[in-house]
């Protein structure tokens, strides 16, 4: 590159804006370097780089217009396949992958003339080639689209389900507050969450693989230089094939493959093989159903029945994959069973697995029937329609849901207690100790913390603002908005804490529904616009830790900002544009628009907002001993600390993480048995015999094929739906019954009679 385009490293900011200190050091070292000591988790020493070139051109023009396409594409597109029966989600991988041909494209194409050369604003269209700096920056905006908006859940409930009044406007603020939020957790916390080398987010690795970036490790002895995937050539080993090449095939493969799960062949989401062999049998169908059941030996033979509750199973680490495998088979084999078989609060009444809400007589209860015209609890309705039941598992998930949240806070301080406070005195006292990916990054201009603070209490202030003067649509008076953010900032630590090393994120929302729906209750959507705003979006962190990884954290709020604004105005606008065009959307079984998770949130509302956990789990409720769970999840991690303490040498005692392992079935429902299955058999095969016996090949292929499966079902999911489902061109035939249990649903208690079963 030329001196002069080499000088424009920010090619839309001023000259005068703070730099990267002490540029040069980088080249200088390289010596010093190698001797450094890598990371002390082995994953990321295989995958993470070691070196850093803080000379390339960091806020150019192509990475804001990629980058803004990226997450306008991917904000639309999410949401717009989140309402479906089967959500399909697409990561910020597939703009990962699609954008470096097209940053290659601008780089050789567009100008590279400067503008105001010698100037205070000079700058340029183009810096020089398409580098891995600018490709991390922009699928961080693209992150800002990839996943789900926590709060579109509020404004769907409200719309669809309770049929109320609420604004765009009024629903946009919402949407933006709660996702600015995080921004403030995510920079009061990075000293606790992402400088530590032990605080590793695993699920980073799966994009980090995918840049560019060449290294000399010295943990990996004979297997010498590591490269990565998408930036740069490598050679071809003997017998085998590059990254790149692995990546293109696999990529093939998964979309070529997804036609069949996705369209023609549609029972491959969920293989529920017992059922053809039982079909007239309720107990075997309740016991093989993938979908309505225990999923006894179902599984599925689609990536996004793999993938899309627990993510990833290839970034998830064997240990915490096993304690996820433990806390499954315990709730879904055990304890489910036995409620449901000894007939517990009515099991029997009821389907063994479902989110519904029912009646004594076990008829759905009519929700409508018991809200007043100012839509708050009608008590009067309430006696007369009588008390609200669970399935048997939807009870216990809430249960479990008390001890994980329990676990969380006492296996932190039992495990993490004294790094904790080591780290808090060694960031104010004393000289932080760094590994080495910390210490190339401190040579870069540092994100004071009073701009988080700033960002904070700005957004706080807004909030509270907001729900005092649309009060009549938010409910939450101005105390729900300070009580939430404190819950979420005594709890964000010790959730990052697992997040970060297990790839598991225990659930919150559990204490904040349990917290305002005790002291706020008949509100639903006061209890709605609480849990969104004790919601802590660890995303934020997962994406500071890959700007952290590549000395762009200076860059982040830039980039972050901007996308959460544009990311916000898309998926509302889009949700709200589903809503008004689709006739019974969340509300027909027959169509494809039934909103699983909108579905549960809404239950949720109900149950904790306008009825409240006192009619429902407390003194008058049916489900008071469930509240037992609270004390069971916190002797759990005392006693595996008790153990470790008492038998030092047994090494798998230390893998056993009790948060992870109880929370393990927090994501059910929506999901299903069959994600939990086939995510356990994928994640052993990958975290364990792949990873133990062929680490060559997990450390050149692992993240690379997650990366290439997620693109491939991405693009043909995207393809099926342009050019099928929009002129609502499907088959018919069994093997697109996507279960074909259609008994497992039905209750077993004798007299009870249900629409559809024998």
Not at 317 to 336: C, E, S
Request: hydrophobic fraction near 45%; glycine fraction near 8%; include cysteine.
């Amino acid at each position: 590159m030329e001196e002069s385009t080499a000088e424009i490293r920010f090619p839309l900011i001023s000259k005068s804006e703070p730099e990267i200190n002490e540029v040069h050091e980088a080249e200088s070292s390289k010596e010093e370097e190698e001797e450094e000591e890598n990371s002390p988790v082995k994953q990321v020493a295989l995958t993470v780089p070691t070196t850093d070139d803080p000379s390339l051109p960091v806020l150019t023009f192509r990475m804001w217009f990629l980058g803004t396409i990226s997450c306008v594409l991917l904000s639309f597109l999410n949401q717009f396949f989140w309402y479906r029966t089967e959500p399909l989600t697409i990561t910020s991988i597939s703009a990962q992958i699609a954008v470096v041909p097209l940053g290659q494209l601008m780089a050789a194409k567009i100008t590279n003339r400067v503008f105001f050369k010698g100037r205070r604003w000079e700058f340029t269209l183009n810096p020089g080639p398409f580098n891995v700096k600018e490709h991390v920056l922009i699928t961080i905006f693209a992150n800002s689209g990839a996943g789900t908006v926590y709060a579109i859940h509020v404004v769907t409930a409200v719309k669809v389900f309770y049929m109320k009044h609420i604004t765009f406007f009024v629903s946009l603020i919402v949407v933006i507050t709660t996702q600015v939020l995080g921004f403030g957790w995510a920079g009061i916390f990075r000293r606790y969450l992402v400088e530590p080398a032990a605080m590793w987010w695993p699920a980073n690795l799966v994009q980090v693989s995918l840049f560019r970036e060449r290294r000399s490790d010295p943990l990996l002895g004979q297997l010498g230089v590591m490269k990565l995937a998408l930036h740069e050539k490598e050679e071809r080993p003997k017998g085998g094939v590059t990254r790149t090449q692995f990546f293109l095939i696999a990529l093939s493969c998964s979309f070529a493959y997804y036609v069949f799960p996705g369209y023609l062949f549609e029972m491959l989401t969920s293989f529920s093989w017992i059922c053809w062999i039982f079909p007239k049998s309720v107990l075997a169908q309740q016991l093989g159903s993938g979908l309505y059941g225990l999923g006894i030996g179902a599984l599925g033979f689609d990536w996004s029945t793999i993938s899309s509750y627990l993510g990833s199973p290839l970034a998830s680490p064997w240990f915490a994959t096993a304690n996820v495998a433990v806390g499954f088979v315990f709730v879904m084999y055990v304890l489910t069973p036995i409620c449901y078989w000894l007939d517990v609060y009515k099991a029997k009444t009821f389907p063994i697995f479902s989110n519904d809400l029912f009646q004594s007589d076990g008829e759905t209860y009519n929700i409508t029937s018991i809200i007043d015209s100012n839509f708050h609890l009608d008590l009067a309705a309430y006696e007369r329609e009588g008390p609200l039941y669970l399935s048997t598992f939807f009870a216990m998930t809430y249960g479990v849901g008390f001890a994980a949240l329990s676990a969380t806070v006492v296996h932190v301080l039992l495990f993490h207690g004294r790094e904790i406070w080591e780290q808090s005195k060694a960031s104010f006292f004393q000289e932080k100790k760094m590994d080495i990916h910390t210490r190339l990054m401190s040579r870069y201009k540092q994100v004071p913390e009073w701009w988080f603070w700033l960002i904070l209490v700005t957004n706080i202030a807004a909030t509270i603002f907001a729900c005092e003067y649309y009060n009549d649509q938010l409910q939450l008076p101005w105390w729900g908005v300070i009580l939430a953010c404190l819950i979420a900032f005594v709890f964000t630590l010790p959730i990052g804490i697992i997040t970060a090393i297990t790839n598991q994120t225990p659930g919150l929302n559990v204490i904040t529904e349990y917290i305002i729906g005790y002291i706020y209750p008949g509100y639903p959507v006061a209890n709605m616009c609480f849990k969104v705003y004790g919601y802590i979006n660890h995303a934020v962190f997962y994406l500071i830790t890959i700007c952290h990884d590549y000395g762009l954290l200076f860059f982040f709020l830039h980039v972050q900002v901007v996308g959460t604004l544009i990311a916000g105005l898309v998926y509302l606008g889009t949700a709200w544009w589903l809503m008004e065009t689709i006739p019974d959307i969340c509300e027909s079984t027959s169509s494809i628009w039934t909103c699983p998770a909108d579905t549960v949130f809404y239950d949720a509302s109900v149950i904790w907002g306008l009825i409240g956990p006192r009619r429902i789990f407390g003194d008058e409720g049916t489900y008071g001993a469930i509240n037992w769970f609270f004390l069971a999840g916190a002797v759990a991690p005392l006693l595996v600390w008790l153990a470790q303490k008492a038998f030092p040498n047994q090494d798998w005692i230390r893998l056993i993480n009790m948060p992870v392992l109880i929370g393990a079935t927090g994501n059910m429902p929506p999901a299903t048995a069959v994600n939990y299955t086939t995510w356990i058999i994928v994640g052993f095969f990958s975290g364990f015999v792949v990873y133990r016996y062929r680490p060559d090949l997990w450390r050149r292929y692992n993240y690379v094929l997650s990366g290439s499966m997620d693109a491939g079902l991405a693009f043909m999911g995207v393809l099926l739906y342009l050019c099928l489902g929009l002129e609502d061109v499907s088959l018919d035939w069994w093997g697109n019954d996507l279960d074909g249990c259609p008994y497992a649903s039905c209750p077993t208690a004798k007299g009870i009679k249900v629409s559809g079963c024998p």
